[in-house]
């Protein structure tokens, strides 16, 4: 995350606010289908003092957080192994494709009845949407790995351990970090089809408790603190690709 898209992000969000007060004034919309932008302001300092905003952010970037990372860290050992051993990958694939395919908003239900209303249904459903982009590029990245650097591994002797650290998972970095970046907004999608299934704190419960109560202000209040996490999450996979990537050829293009 630079100065510039930092800039870039408050000049579009500008904008957009402008264009929002502009139409809710010409128009004279109610507030109750569309609350100006102070009104939302100002439902947000309500909810921060006598809601315990910062508790449901914290408890949906917790959920959010724990998921990404046990989601990311399965789909590279599955792409790992399904590279490795090829007859596995071919009995696994078509059911892990079945799971991803699944509606995510039918699967949450059942989650919910495994797993009751704390965090592991959200936990595990943000695992599951994060795991096949990142096993995706996973394979893609082991197995594009070129036969002089495998045959430089063996010709060194190094372990297991040793080859995958400093030959197969380097060379993979770039699609699987590409799959990370596209897990990155898809695990806010989840987090909030988790909470609103079921909760008792989260940004999906707020947004639903909004939704109930007919309070527009607060459902936008949700949407923008829930955008505001998802385009940051997304920088911050950037931000590492930036670093990990500095070595490869690719960081010219991530650069641009």
């Known amino acids: 995350m630079t100065i510039t898209s930092v800039l870039t992000a408050l000049r579009t969000l500008t904008i957009a606010i402008a264009i929002w007060w502009i139409f809710v004034l ?3 919309v109610p507030s109750y289908l569309l609350p100006a932008p102070d009104a939302v302001a100002s439902r947000f300092v309500f909810l921060a003092q006598t809601a315990e ?9 917790l959920e959010i957080g724990a998921g990404f990372v046990l989601g990311g860290f399965l789909g590279v050992a599955f792409g790992w192994l399904f590279v490795r051993v090829p007859v596995l990958g071919r009995l696994l ?3 892990i494709l079945l799971l991803q395919t699944a509606p995510k908003i039918a699967i949450a239900p059942l989650l919910l009845l495994w797993l009751g209303l704390d965090m592991g249904p959200k936990i595990t459903l943000i695992a599951i949407v994060t795991f096949f982009p990142v096993m995706a590029g996973a394979m893609t990245g082991f197995a594009a790995v070129e036969k002089p ?7 060194l002797r190094l372990s297991p351990w040793q080859r995958f650290r400093r030959i197969e998972l380097p060379f993979s970095l770039p699609p699987i970090l590409a799959g990370f970046r596209i897990a990155s907004t898809q695990a806010v999608t989840a987090a909030v089809i988790g909470e609103l299934m079921g909760a008792t704190y989260g940004l999906g419960y707020l947004l639903s408790l909004g939704q109930e109560n ?3 202000s ?7 603190i829930l955008s ?24 010219l293009a991530i650069e641009a």
Not at 218 to 224: E, K
Not at 228 to 251: D, K, N, P, V
């Open 26 to 28: 010409v128009a004279n």
């Open 53 to 61: 905003l910062t508790k449901h952010i914290r408890v949906t970037l």
């Open 93 to 95: 694939s078509p059911l």
């Open 149 to 155: 650097y495998q045959d430089l591994g063996t010709l």
């Open 214 to 216: 007919g309070d527009a």
């Open 218 to 224: 607060v459902v936008i209040v949700a949407i923008l």
């Open 228 to 251: 505001t996490i998802g385009w940051g999450f997304h920088e911050l996979i950037r931000l590492c690709e930036r670093y990990m990537l500095s070595w490869h050829a690719s960081h």
